[in-house]
């Protein structure tokens, strides 16, 4: 379920879609969606090392998914293959 983010004016809404491992450890991965100037909504990744004692920092992507409402955002997110999310964290290192 996502939930809201106020940022002055801006409004985000971010989910955690899935935990995934890789390189060594599990990563939690989130979808941080916001409003476009235009009317549409862009999405993002954020992929959160899930633990304290991990080496790794988080690591985002730019924006990488696009629609006309955030549900369209969330739900193309949650169809990403597993295997496509691994090759983005690792373009992300």
Known sequence: MPFQVHHGQAKEDAATICRLSA???LWRVRVESWEGKDGGVSGRFVFEPDGRESRYATRASGPALRAHRREEVFAAA????EQRLRELLHSLS
């Open 78 to 81: 949650h169809d990403m293959p």
């Open 23 to 25: 390189e060594g450890t």
